[in-house]
Structure formats: structure tokens, C-alpha cells
């Protein structure tokens, strides 16, 4: 029986090539944390996406059709009875992406899907997931791998559903879920309810920004680090800071 590794991301892919772990890798290439995600199906949906990554992050649509959905598609044509590997941190950014694989995943029922998670040992670096990890960790982190029981599937389905309609309600709901597949469920999901506060007043996210450049420095460089600490649990990379820093700045 093969066992499939789905990554969240081409850094660890690089990573575990220094492993003794099977190479068959499926990478994923997206930010679904960010962007328009309302589509009735999912041809519909890759073409919203792929306008969105053109618009936003300089992508063309083609390079993401090649790049992205080409990957996405292969969870369609795994094998029956596979081993699939879900290797996903606890971050925000990684979750929604999970949340997706998860969606796509549960059309198929044979498969044997499973969470491998970060080796953390210092709770400071609770967010900082895979990046940290050394070969013998990876290896460390794959046999301590979580089999998903059919509900737990079925909580990442709707997980995704929840959060594809911006269904905050139901996300709250969800999250109440105890599951040994998903860590920190709770505090995620409050997370991207709190970047949309009901009065209109700034996200989560900006205020910390904002904060950040009216106290500390308006060097992007020491506010994207400065973030990166305080607000870890949402697993922004540069770009999503980036676009929230400008935008401030404008506006300073």
C-alpha cells in the first residue's frame, strides 16, 4: 500500500527529502486565508482563485492552473485503500488549507487519511510548526501519526464549509468539537472570527499591526517579526502582512 504525503507547502517538501520518509508528494499551493472563496462548484472555484493569486500576488493564471490546482487534482486520482499523510501545522494560514484537502478528500471513502502534527517542545514555538524541525524530528512526528476517524473527516468538511460561507455561527459551533486530528480548534477559529468584528472597527489582525507601527517602528521587517510573535496562531507569511502594512501605512 502506498502512503501519500500531502505538504502544506514546498519547504517542508525540501525538508523531507532529508528524511527516510517515501518521497510521493502532494504540495500544497495555496492561502485559502486570504481572498474569495464563494463558488457553487469547484471549476468555478479554481477560476475564482486563480483571478484572486493573479490579482493579488503577481501570479498568472496559467502558472496557477500548473502549479496549484495540477496538485489539487491529483487527490482525485489516489489510489483506493492509500495512505494519505496530512502534514498541516495549527496556524490559521495551514487549517483553511486542511479544512480544503479534507473537503476533497472525503468524496473518496477508502482511503486511510492521517494528521501528522509538528513536534513542538517549547511553547513558544507552538506556531512555528515544521520549520523548526530537524530530520530526526520529522521522522519523530510522522510514527506519532493520528488516523481520522469518519467524524473527524466529516468535521473538516464542514469546518470548510462553515468557513467557505462565512458562516462564523457554525464555525463557532464547530470548534467546540473535541478531536484528536485538529489542536487549538477553538482559539483558530476565534482567530478568523476576529479579523471581521460585527462593529466594523479594525480585524484583529490590523489592530495588532497598527499597534505595532505606532509603538514599536514602521520598518516592515521589525513589524512582520514583531507580528509573527505576537500573533502566530494565524500563519501569516509576508504577503498577507505586506498587503495589511500598506494599507496602514497609506492611511498613517
Not at 472525503?106 to 515544521?130: Q, S, Y
Not at 485538529?182 to 472570527?193: G, S
Not at 521587517?221 to 494599507?247: A, M
Amino acid at each position: 500500500m502506498t502512503t501519500y504525503h500531502i505538504l502544506n507547502g514546498d519547504c517542508l517538501a525540501d525538508q523531507l527529502r532529508q528524511t527516510k520518509i517515501n518521497q510521493d508528494f502532494i504540495v500544497c499551493r495555496e492561502c485559502l486565508i486570504d481572498g474569495n472563496l464563494s463558488a457553487d462548484n469547484i471549476p468555478d472555484f479554481w477560476i475564482i482563485r486563480a483571478n484572486f493569486i493573479a490579482d493579488t500576488y503577481n501570479v498568472s493564471s496559467k502558472e496557477y492552473f500548473s502549479k496549484t490546482v495540477r496538485e489539487f487534482e491529483k487527490l482525485n486520482n489516489l489510489p483506493n485503500n492509500s495512505e494519505v499523510c496530512l502534514w498541516f501545522e495549527n496556524d490559521l494560514f495551514c487549517q483553511t488549507n486542511m479544512w480544503f484537502v479534507i473537503s476533497m478528500l472525503a468524496n473518496h471513502p477508502t482511503l486511510k487519511i492521517f494528521r501528522v502534527f509538528p513536534t513542538i517542545e517549547n511553547i513558544a514555538d507552538t506556531w512555528k510548526g515544521f520549520g523548526i524541525a530537524t530530520a530526526e524530528k520529522l521522522e519523530q512526528a510522522y510514527h506519532s501519526k493520528i488516523q481520522f476517524s469518519s467524524q473527524d473527516i466529516e468535521l473538516g468538511k464542514n469546518l470548510w464549509t462553515a468557513y467557505q460561507d462565512g458562516d462564523f455561527d457554525k464555525l463557532k459551533k464547530l470548534s467546540k468539537n473535541q478531536s484528536d486530528c485538529f489542536e487549538y480548534l477553538k482559539e483558530v477559529c476565534q482567530a478568523h472570527i476576529d479579523r471581521f468584528p460585527v462593529d466594523k472597527t479594525l480585524g484583529r489582525p490590523d489592530k495588532v499591526v497598527k499597534e505595532i507601527i505606532d509603538t514599536n517602528s514602521t520598518e516592515f521587517e521589525v513589524v512582520f517579526s514583531e507580528f509573527s510573535d505576537r500573533e502566530g496562531i494565524y500563519g501569516f507569511g509576508d504577503l498577507q502582512i505586506k498587503n495589511i502594512y500598506d494599507r496602514l501605512m497609506h492611511n498613517h
